[in-house]
């Protein structure tokens, strides 16, 4: 099945600098998602980026779909913006229509 | 719009009972997807449903059920507790079936086993 690898698996940042979280895949996607997960676990919904470059505020995505990446950037970060960072991918042929998850970047910002 | 809501929030069990959690998707969504997230394994997909039909199962035990009803919400079950169970599940909801319907996501329940 598909394969999700992100990178770095932890980030420590001092406020107001900038980051870059990467998201690699091993077979084309149909759609994919950026979530930040926050401290009670939920969940919250990013991008959903399959392809092309989408901006939200301090946080931009990139996904190059031939060559089988993501990248979510995030500017002048702050401490609200720690946490655990997720890609998820789905296809048809690979994964049954169903998201397949990385294992996460764990972002730690310092004021 | 409200989002997904699901109940309870946290749960305890021993081994052996079993539970039910529910899962209320976005009005207007007609799929639901589970997932189980624990350290060990991280995010594992359990099974989708859409029309109340189960359309797609991950590589889960038997103990691990589910339904949707006609108004969409959906429950899942797990029988026979085990101390592995203990895990954060999390129910997504879509507009349609497939990879071009954006998933979103409820804010968990927590179960612990004992």
């Known amino acids: 099945g598909i394969q999700v690898e992100q990178s770095p698996p932890d980030l420590i940042l001092q406020e107001g600098a900038n980051s870059t979280l990467r998201c690699n895949f091993s077979?084309?996607?149909?759609?994919l998602q950026w979530f930040h997960q926050n401290p009670w676990g939920q969940l919250i919904n990013l991008f959903y980026i399959p392809s092309g470059t989408k901006q939200n505020g301090r946080l931009s995505a990139t996904t190059v779909a031939t060559e089988r990446y993501s990248l979510l950037y995030i500017s002048s970060s702050q401490t609200t913006d720690s946490g655990v960072y997720f890609c998820?991918?789905?296809?048809?042929?690979?994964?049954?229509?169903?998201?397949?998850f990385g294992k996460g970047t764990k972002l730690s910002v310092k004021p | 719009k409200a989002g997904v809501t699901q109940t309870p929030r946290y749960l305890i069990k021993t081994r052996g009972q079993q539970v039910t959690l529910s899962c209320s998707p976005i009005s207007g969504h007609r799929s639901v997807s589970w997932y189980q997230q624990t350290p060990g394994q991280g995010l594992q997909f359990l099974f989708e449903?859409?029309?109340?039909?189960?359309?797609n199962k991950g590589n889960f035990p038997g103990r691990f059920s589910g339904r949707q009803f006609s108004n969409s919400r959906s429950e899942m079950n797990v029988s026979t507790l085990e101390l592995g169970d203990s895990a954060l599940y999390l129910c997504a909801s879509s507009s349609g079936r497939g990879a071009y319907n954006e998933q979103f996501f409820g804010p968990g329940t927590r179960l612990t086993v004992l």
């Open positions: 077979d084309s996607v149909n759609n």
């Open positions: 998820a991918v789905m296809n048809y042929g690979g994964s049954q229509g169903n998201l397949i």
């Open positions: 449903y859409f029309s109340e039909t189960q359309r």
